[in-house]
T-cell receptor, first 114, second 114 residues
Framework: DTGVSQDPRHKITKRGQNVTFRCDPI?????LYWYRQTLGQGPEFLTY????????KSRLLSDRFSAERPKGSFSTLEIQRTEQGDSAMYLC????????????FGSGTRLTVV | AQSVTQLDSQVPVFEEAPVELRCNYS??????LFWYVQYPNQGLQLLLK??????LVESINGFEAEFNKSQTSFHLRKPSVHISDTAEYFC????????????FGTGTLLAVQP
């Protein structure tokens, strides 16, 4: 297993368009997380899954955002009607259920909304 | 509100000099603490963690951090830095044993100069 993979690495989109990001976690990990990181800030929690169940969503995750993990493996994060404020690095991470052992992060998808 | 504070946004230091990156967390009965490192265009990598037990934790590349409950701090130290240590360092906390969500600080850029 080569770690957590995220695709694409970079995405430039026009305001109002929809975008979808994919995350492939470490196969043995039950938990999958999405974080958002803006310039000069630390990552902020968006949502997490345990297997295929989405167990918590941050209030940062507006109605335009939706995340899925259909078979408890890869996950997708979709943003509808993108806004310039959505420009950020979107990070995916995975861990065992006992997340205290630490997360493994992917390299992120950098979204630029123009 | 639960938070993590990294007061120093940037720490310049000469190669082979000691360094301390400061991190303070909001007081809590139960907290797990982490340091992550982020190299340019890469995801976050776990550097070290404090869960319980010995208050001094070490990483494999010479960093150490000490959990200080009375001062609510978890400062990161290295006695002698290398150019390759140049990176962004993030302190993070999981409160109340809730490892499904990490609260990150804003990060400290460690800039090692020759």
């Amino acid at each position: 297993d080569t770690g957590v993979s995220q695709d694409p690495r970079h995405k430039i989109t026009k305001r109002g368009q929809n975008v979808t990001f994919r995350c492939d976690p470490i196969s043995e990990h039950n938990r999958l997380y999405w974080y958002r990181q803006t310039l000069g800030q630390g990552p902020e929690f968006l949502t997490y899954f345990q297997n295929e169940a989405q167990l918590e969503k941050s209030r940062l995750l507006s109605d335009r955002f939706s995340a899925e993990r259909p078979k408890g493996s890869f996950s997708t994060l979709e943003i509808q009607r993108t806004e310039q404020g959505d420009s950020a690095m979107y990070l995916c991470a995975s861990s065992f259920v006992q997340g205290a052992y630490g997360y493994t992060f992917g390299s992120g998808t950098r979204l630029t909304v123009v | 509100a639960q938070s993590v504070t990294q007061l120093d946004s940037q720490v310049p230091v000469f190669e082979e000099a000691p360094v301390e990156l400061r991190c303070n967390y909001s007081s809590s009965v139960s907290v797990y603490l982490f340091w992550y490192v982020q190299y340019p265009n890469q995801g976050l990598q776990l550097l070290l963690k404090y869960l319980s037990g010995s208050t001094l934790v070490e990483s494999i590349n010479g960093f150490e951090a000490e959990f200080n409950k009375s001062q609510t701090s978890f400062h990161l130290r290295k006695p002698s830095v290398h150019i390759s240590d140049t990176a962004e360092y993030f302190c993070a906390a999981a409160y109340g044993g809730a490892t499904n969500k990490l609260i990150f600080g804003t990060g400290t850029l460690l800039a090692v100069q020759p």
